[in-house]
């Protein structure tokens, strides 16, 4: 008997990509799924498009927020909270996705059941639809013997050690399959984070079990101006210094570990506490630039002697002067 996979299609005004995006989803040759839509009171013709779909498709069902959430990682977890299935999918609306992509992450999870998670490898996507690239050059820098360019299985905690503390190399949520009873083991995602949610779920379940990787882009990650990551973007404001090593999810990601007694190497802990000196550094900066003296050199300071780096913040600081 197939095991059955709950597929989570959060959408809040995507109605020009979500008809593509049901359809990806139909013709997955793995079919033993149950997927919900879960619009967050979407202001377009969403609405519209998945009542149209789902009385043609029985394994496809609908649920409707009456107000807007604020955030999509409320959907996750809502989603997941409603799964039935041990699998899950979180089929972001505007993406989509290869006929193959269920079949392949299903049978790598399936496989060894420590394997908390499985994803692939994504193409770029723009709004008309083109592929315009592959996330492989995404982790090129991180990857000198070109490890990504074939399938692998790995320790959670090396993987995070070797690439996951320095960026997200797991960029798009729907390229992932992983299991809910680690998703919720961790707490689900944290509802707060408005862009790296998915990063932080992914650094806490990857401390229960392994990653499974596969070369091939079975995804599309499609980035418009519409996308959660090109919001945050436009919606920042312009007098405030925009984190470019998130700080914030990193913090959350450390009073994780000490929550879980999680022990992980010194050295991976240095550098995670190198990219949030070099977060405050810059912040101080930005802060002596807009006449906030004493926050600033207060952050210059930090970042200067915790861990102790040579940034050169402190000269920067006095060429202020």
């Known amino acids: 008997m197939s095991t059955s996979v709950q597929v989570i299609i959060p959408n809040y005004n995507h109605a020009s990509y979500l008809a593509e995006r049901?359809?990806?989803i139909a013709l997955q040759t793995y079919g033993t799924f149950q997927a919900v839509v879960l619009d967050d009171f979407s202001a377009d013709t969403s609405r519209d498009i998945i009542d149209a779909f789902v009385i043609t498709d029985p394994r496809f069902s609908k649920y409707y927020n009456t107000v807007n959430s604020g955030s999509t990682f409320v959907q996750w977890n809502k989603g997941v909270a409603m799964a039935r299935s041990e699998?899950?999918?979180?089929?972001?609306?505007?993406d989509s996705a290869?006929?193959?992509?269920?079949q392949t992450l299903i049978a790598k999870l399936g496989a060894d059941p420590e394997i908390v998670l499985a994803y692939c490898q994504s193409n770029r996507m723009n709004a008309e639809g083109e592929v315009t690239g592959s996330w492989l050059d995404f982790t090129a820098d991180l990857d000198p013997e070109g490890l990504f360019t074939t399938d692998f299985i790995m320790d959670g905690k090396e993987y995070i050690q070797r690439f996951l503390i320095h960026r997200n190399t797991i960029p798009n949520a729907s390229a992932v399959l992983?299991?809910?009873?680690?998703?919720?083991?961790?707490?689900?995602?944290?509802?707060?984070?408005?862009?790296?949610?998915?990063?932080?779920?992914?650094?806490?379940m990857l401390c229960f079990g392994k990653v499974a990787f596969v070369a091939a882009s079975y995804?599309?990650?499609?980035?418009?101006?519409?996308?959660?990551?090109?919001?945050a973007?436009?919606?920042?404001?312009?007098?405030?210094?925009?984190?470019?090593?998130?700080?914030?999810?990193r913090r959350e990601f450390v009073s994780f570990l000490k929550q879980h007694a999680i022990g992980l190497s010194p050295k991976l802990l240095q550098t995670n506490q190198y990219y949030i000196s070099l977060d405050l550094g810059h912040k101080g900066l930005y802060e002596l630039k807009s006449g906030q003296f004493f926050m600033g050199w207060k952050h210059v300071l930090i970042a200067s002697f915790y861990p102790k780096m040579q940034s050169g913040f402190i000269k920067k600081a006095l060429g202020l002067l």
Do not use: C
Not at 233 to 249: F, G, I, P, S
């Open 178 to 204: 992983f299991r809910k009873s680690v998703f919720e083991k961790v707490g689900g995602a944290l509802v707060n984070l408005k862009t790296n949610g998915d990063w932080l779920t992914w650094l806490k």
């Open 87 to 94: 699998y899950i999918w979180i089929a972001e609306s505007d």
């Open 22 to 24: 049901l359809k990806s």
């Open 233 to 249: 973007h436009q919606t920042e404001h312009k007098n405030t210094y925009r984190e470019q090593y998130d700080t914030v999810m």
């Open 98 to 102: 290869d006929p193959l992509l269920l």
């Open 219 to 231: 995804n599309y990650f499609r980035y418009h101006n519409k996308s959660v990551i090109a919001k």
